[in-house]
């Protein structure tokens, strides 16, 4: 009897789409060239924190080129 798969909804399938976006654009931003300008840095953590709904304390790490070396979320931003 052969196995039914299950097809993902077509309603996931931009989300999926979007994830691998985010991931592959952190990922080339890392190895690809130095955030030069605040435009830079702009962009890449607007594609970083895409997810996120409420602010939240990311600190970059960078190297001595201004390349990434790894970004962690520290917290959330309190609410007033």
């Given at each position: 009897?052969p196995?039914?798969?299950?097809?993902p909804?077509?309603?996931?399938?931009?989300?999926?789409?979007?994830?691998?976006?985010?991931?592959?654009?952190?990922?080339?931003?890392?190895h690809?060239?130095v955030?030069?300008?605040?435009?830079?840095v702009?962009?890449?953590?607007?594609?970083?924190l895409?997810?996120?709904?409420?602010?939240?304390?990311?600190?970059?790490?960078l190297?001595?080129q201004?390349?990434?070396?790894a970004?962690?979320?520290?917290?959330d931003?309190?609410?007033a």
């Amino acid at each position: 009897m052969p196995m039914a798969y299950a097809q993902p909804r077509v309603a996931s399938k931009p989300k999926a789409t979007a994830e691998l976006f985010r991931r592959s654009f952190i990922e080339a931003m890392a190895h690809r060239h130095v955030l030069a300008s605040p435009a830079e840095v702009q962009s890449y953590l607007r594609v970083l924190l895409a997810k996120t709904d409420h602010g939240v304390f990311v600190m970059l790490f960078l190297d001595a080129q201004n390349r990434v070396i790894a970004s962690e979320e520290m917290g959330d931003v309190p609410r007033a």
